[in-house]
């Protein structure tokens, strides 16, 4: 199931000091049995995560810190079933745009953090310039999301949609 974030969050809106801060250094086999564990389960404590990774509680709460300060661990999510969200169809739409200039690029990124629908905004290289997962009530939902809030944009040259069947994550998913 997707993550679903009140906030859109596309990876340029992470600042820059943060999406693009290199570590100081590699991270040890700790600091990755760390980030797996709170992929897992973002809601361990600090005592079980001292525990499972075989460190005293205050070096396991000052390396989740470091963590979260080199920008490794970016946050902590919820993962919320669709449906309750009355979300019942899911679609990628893969969008190219009509020029690939900075400010068209930008246009069209600030229009995507405006409409509820789009869960996640990818800037992708190839042949497309974005591709938009959006999430919607039905299909007549996301046919007037196409028709009147993306084919409808200047800078859009061609979409084409993908309807999202199923959702599997992998045991190593970033965003």
């Not at 809106?13 to 290199?22: L, Q």
């Not at 310039?129 to 007549?140: F, I, P, T």
């Amino acid at each position: 199931m997707p993550v679903i974030s009140k906030n859109l969050r596309l990876e340029s809106d992470i600042p820059k000091n943060i999406r693009h801060k290199a570590p100081p250094g590699p991270l040890d086999q700790i600091d990755f049995d760390l980030v797996r564990l709170l992929q897992q389960n973002a809601r361990l404590s600090n005592k079980e995560l001292a525990a499972q990774v075989g460190l005293a509680e205050s070096t396991t709460l000052t390396r989740v810190r470091r963590l979260e300060s080199r920008g490794v661990v970016r946050g902590y999510h919820a993962e919320v079933a669709p449906s309750a969200l009355g979300i019942g169809l899911q679609a990628l739409i893969a969008v190219r745009l009509t020029r690939h200039s900075r400010d068209i690029v930008e246009r069209f990124r600030q229009h995507c953090r405006t409409l509820p629908a789009v869960l996640t905004a990818y800037n992708i290289g190839g042949t497309d310039d974005y591709l938009v997962h959006v999430g919607v009530s039905d299909a007549e939902a996301l046919r007037e999301l196409i028709l009147t809030s993306i084919s409808t944009r200047p800078e859009v040259a061609h979409i084409e949609t993908h309807l999202v069947f199923d959702v599997v994550r992998g045991p190593a998913s970033v965003g």
